[in-house]
């Protein structure tokens, strides 16, 4: 048995939402994880009062819509267990649509998480490549202004994106970027999207069936842009 200190004793998930689960939200998706890992009969650590709650910590919440093969959640347990053991005995409670992929004790906190990575694939008519290199000039300027959500203002988010490429896929355009996923400075990609909307006029159709677009978060990455573990 591996000795660890109890206080200390986090294991974390990566996971992946996809498919018809990218359409709940991050108040359910706790509440699904609650009764999972309840079901799997882990070793959790519980709080102490009249509600006691298993301890659950979730990385950069995802938008409603947006798929994702990189989740991470960090669970606190009250003694060991094989993180492989752990692995499966939460995936039989679960669809194959959410699915745990690896799990291990890390030596990373949350706040160690700067950027994150995603596909952005846009389906719309008229796709050429001088529509690409027009949503690359538009991504690469000096600013990239949007007006968020409850706000006269807007905001220059160039800063939050540290890398943007897109490139014509068939009768898609694909646009493989990096986001900045620091909780002082998340940058939402449906952001990016609006950006392009205003810039480019893309997506502007009120045929959703013409003209749509999917998001996947890819992977995450340290400061130093190595992967974060």
């Known amino acids: 048995m591996v000795q660890v200190n109890p ?4 294991l974390r998930f990566r996971f992946k939402k996809q498919g018809s689960l990218q359409y709940i939200s991050h108040l359910d998706l706790v509440r699904t994880m609650h009764k999972v890992i309840v079901r799997a009969k882990l070793p959790l650590w519980y709080t102490e009062g009249f509600n006691p ?5 979730f990385a950069a ?6 798929e994702s093969v ?3 959640m960090d669970i606190r347990m009250k003694e060991y267990i094989d993180p492989a053991e752990a692995m499966a005995r939460i995936n039989a409670n679960m669809t194959g649509e959410m699915q745990i992929t690896e799990a291990y004790y890390p030596d990373t906190k949350f706040t160690d998480l700067k950027w994150m990575s995603y596909r952005i694939t846009i389906h719309t008519d008229g796709i050429n490549e001088e529509l690409v290199s027009d ?3 538009a991504l690469s300027a000096p600013v990239v202004e949007v007006q968020k959500k409850n706000s006269d ?4 988010i160039r800063p939050l994106i540290k ?4 490139v014509l896929s068939g009768n898609r355009i694909a646009i493989n970027t990096v986001l900045s996923s620091d909780p002082s400075a998340f940058l939402n990609p449906e952001y990016v999207i609006k950006a392009l909307r205003d810039k480019c006029g893309i997506l502007s ?3 959703l069936t013409s003209e749509y677009y999917d998001i996947m978060r890819l992977n995450a990455y340290c400061e130093d842009m190595t992967e974060f573990k």
Not at 53 to 57: E, G, H, L, R, T
Not at 61 to 66: A, R
Not at 153 to 156: C, G, H, P, S, Y
Request: include cysteine; glycine fraction near 4%; hydrophobic fraction near 30%.
């Open 70 to 72: 990189c989740e991470f």
């Open 7 to 10: 206080t200390k004793l986090f």
């Open 53 to 57: 709650k298993p301890k659950m910590i």
């Open 153 to 156: 203002k807007t905001t220059d």
């Open 163 to 166: 890398s943007a490429d897109a």
């Open 61 to 66: 919440p995802l938008s409603i819509g947006t």
């Open 205 to 207: 159709s009120p045929d």
């Open 135 to 137: 949503i690359n000039d």
